[in-house]
């Protein structure tokens, strides 16, 4: 069983830099593909960024892609969200997410989730 936990949420303003991070317990991390979701009010789970075990890909949404960027500290379990030039439509719950043999953009796919990190940006 792994466990995953979400942190580094807040409060910011449009244009700032948010850095969120999950933390999975569990020895087999290094080899799971993870995962990073989101969930506005009133819309649906979707994918923001995604990162094989071995780091040699990555996927992105379009709508973050060339301001997010996701990371893996094999080392220290942990995943990485590095969120720049904020907009109010970021906006959300974040979520990730892992599994071992999927690292792609659908999030009922992923067998282990978080519970979230609340990203609030304000203009």
């Known amino acids: 069983q792994v466990q995953l936990v979400e942190s580094g949420g807040g409060f910011v303003q449009t244009g700032d830099s948010l850095t969120l991070s999950c933390v999975a317990s569990?020895?087999?991390?290094?080899?799971?593909?993870m995962g990073w979701f989101r969930q506005a009010p009133g819309k649906e789970r979707e994918f923001v960024a995604s990162?094989?075990?071995?780091?040699?890909?990555?996927y992105y949404a379009e709508s973050v892609k060339d301001r997010f960027t996701i990371s893996r500290d094999n080392a220290k379990n942990t995943v990485f969200l590095q969120m720049s030039s904020l907009k109010p439509e970021d906006t959300a719950i974040y979520y990730c997410a892992g599994d071992q043999y999927y690292y792609g953009r659908n999030w009922r796919e992923y067998v282990y989730r978080g519970q979230g990190t609340q990203v609030t940006v304000s203009s």
């Open positions: 569990g020895r087999t991390f290094s080899s799971y593909g």
């Open positions: 990162i094989s075990w071995d780091v040699r890909t990555t």
